[in-house]
């Protein structure tokens, strides 16, 4: 039958096409359904990728501006051309969503074009087709959590999707939520011109992070220009003859203050997406933040029915959601397959970058388990010197007693690609001593998580 399947995929974000990908490399029949008139999801579309090429694209408008000429290259000041530098974005969407076509097609994949809907046990509705399937796999992510008595018009009220594509840059710009979003487009902004201001609800930035790397990061986001107004909310955005005038409030209760701004772009996290879907027809439990609950086996509530990515627990971020997909796709296909929830490395695309992996300090404290920590500056690294990229360190906590590694912390440039390193040895149950003994290229900036291991129960040869 041409509308049985061994296995239905709704949704074709980076959960649910890899899944679809692995599953099919193992010998299944699979479909994808995806509403969307792309592939890859919110991360390909409207997320990691776009913001990726305005980051970098912002980055090297700066860099021309601020530091070629002490490189003696002399160029006269970067004009911006921002209808390109969008151009630009949206043919790295286009590059990367053909591409996930592309593999589709190669594995034999039937990409369904519509809204799917569960309609009982094996059985997906899209449009006026019945798909069956020995097994459903629900992969449909997350949308935009919106700020209560706050309209997005996505024009001069945005969530991430408009400020991927502000039509000129914003006078001023106020970020609601000093999350992960809020700092990578708040940099591009600021990168082009605009004046930033975040509003974190929250006395820190970047929840969750180490708190030495956070204090590190505020300061230079600082001087980069950012103005942070913390512990306190947004109540309220109206829209005036020009601009917008924006209240706000200490968030433990005091005197309310307005400010102006251009635009505000709203980035107080995602929420899972599941409208529609159908998920009562089956008895799919979710939690009270309304995540499909699954067990260890990503299984749901209902038989044959199983979920990964944005749409379940855990963080939001597109390698969670890769990994998942494929495990899950080795299990349906008889092999193994697991997800190491405590090795998932998180990356911030600033500039520098801050990227970790595994426990911070204050979750190690809280846990009660001791730790040693070796920390080592890039101002004592020969490449960083070479290429005045001081800015930043490398930090390995490891267990006082066995001296396993359980978590590295790094603000620096490149932080997102050195991280790697890290998350290899944490998979391995690397000890501090194991990467300390460990041959790294010179001159590198990966020679810093040496000498942050040399540095955690001995000392390092450059400081
Ligand atoms: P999604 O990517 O959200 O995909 C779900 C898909 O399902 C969507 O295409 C949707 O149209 C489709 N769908 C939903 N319901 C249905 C239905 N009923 N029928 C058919 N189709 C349906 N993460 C990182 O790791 N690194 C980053 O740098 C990063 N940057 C980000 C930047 C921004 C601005 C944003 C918003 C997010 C970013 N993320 C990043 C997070 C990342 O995008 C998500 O974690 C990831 O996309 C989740 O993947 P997913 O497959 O679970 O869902
Ligand atoms: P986030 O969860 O990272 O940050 C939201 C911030 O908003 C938090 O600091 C929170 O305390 C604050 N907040 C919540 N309510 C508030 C309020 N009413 N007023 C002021 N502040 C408030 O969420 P964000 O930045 O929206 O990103 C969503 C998801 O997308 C994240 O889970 C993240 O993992 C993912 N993402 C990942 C990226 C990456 O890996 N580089 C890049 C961008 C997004």
Redesign the pocket.
């Given at each position: 039958m041409a509308d049985a399947f061994d296995l239905v995929v709704i949704g074709a974000g980076p959960g649910g096409y890899e899944c679809a990908i692995k599953a099919a490399q193992l010998g299944l029949k699979v479909a994808c359904v995806e509403k969307r008139d792309r592939l890859g999801g919110t991360c390909l579309n409207v997320?990691?990728i776009p913001?990726k090429a305005l980051l970098h694209a912002s980055e090297l408008f700066h860099e021309a501006g601020a530091n070629f000429a002490d490189m003696g290259i002399e160029v006269s000041k970067p004009k911006l051309n921002l209808k390109q530098m969008l151009a630009f974005k949206d043919e790295a969407i286009d590059g990367n969503t053909k591409g996930i076509e592309f593999l589709f097609k190669k594995n034999k994949i039937e990409w369904v074009k519509g809204e799917g809907q569960i309609e009982g046990p094996g059985k997906v509705k899209v449009g006026d087709r019945t798909l069956e399937a020995k097994n459903i796999v629900i992969a449909t992510g997350?949308d935009?959590?919106k700020?209560p008595g706050v309209d997005i018009d996505e024009k001069t009220v945005v969530s991430?999707t408009g400020a991927l594509e502000l039509g000129k840059v914003p006078g001023k710009l106020l970020v609601?939520?000093?999350?992960?979003?809020?700092?990578?487009l708040g940099s591009v902004w600021g990168r082009l011109g605009a004046e930033v201001t975040v509003?974190?609800?929250?006395d820190n930035?970047?929840?969750g992070m180490d708190g030495e790397v956070v204090k590190n990061f505020t300061r230079t986001l600082k001087k980069q220009g950012f103005s942070f107004k913390l512990g306190?909310?947004?109540t309220k955005v109206e829209k005036q003859k020009s601009g917008l005038k924006v209240t706000v409030e200490p968030?433990k209760g005091g005197d309310a203050e307005e400010l102006e701004a251009d635009i505000v772009l709203v980035?107080?996290?995602?929420a899972p997406y599941t409208e529609g879907l159908g998920l009562d027809k089956v008895g799919i439990a979710t939690d009270k933040r309304g995540r499909i609950e699954v067990d260890a086996s990503l299984k749901t509530s209902a038989d044959g029915i199983y979920a990964i990515g944005?749409v379940i627990a855990g963080?939001?971020?597109?390698h969670k959601a890769m990994e998942e997909g494929v495990a899950l796709a080795e299990r349906l296909a008889g092999h193994y397959g697991a997800v190491n929830y405590d090795v998932i490395p998180?990356?911030?695309?600033t500039s520098p970058e801050v990227a970790s992996v595994g426990k911070t300090e204050e979750q190690l404290k809280e846990a009660g388990i001791e730790y040693n920590s070796g920390k080592f500056p890039f101002t004592a690294n020969g490449r960083a010197k070479a290429n005045k990229t001081t800015e930043g360190f490398v930090k390995i906590l490891a267990d006082k007693k066995t001296d396993r590694v359980l978590g590295v912390h790094i603000i620096g440039v490149n932080a997102g690609e050195m991280i790697a390193e890290a998350a290899i040895a944490m998979e391995l149950s690397a000890s501090s001593e194991d990467i300390a003994r460990m041959c790294f290229a010179h001159p590198t900036m990966s020679e810093a998580v040496k000498e942050a291991a040399l540095a955690v129960t001995g000392a390092p040869i450059h400081m």
């Open positions: 997320g990691c913001s997350s935009v959590a700020l991430s609601v939520g000093g999350g992960v979003i809020g700092l990578e509003v974190e609800f929250l930035i970047l929840p306190t909310k947004v968030a980035s107080i996290g995602r944005d963080p939001m971020l597109a998180g990356v911030v695309y």
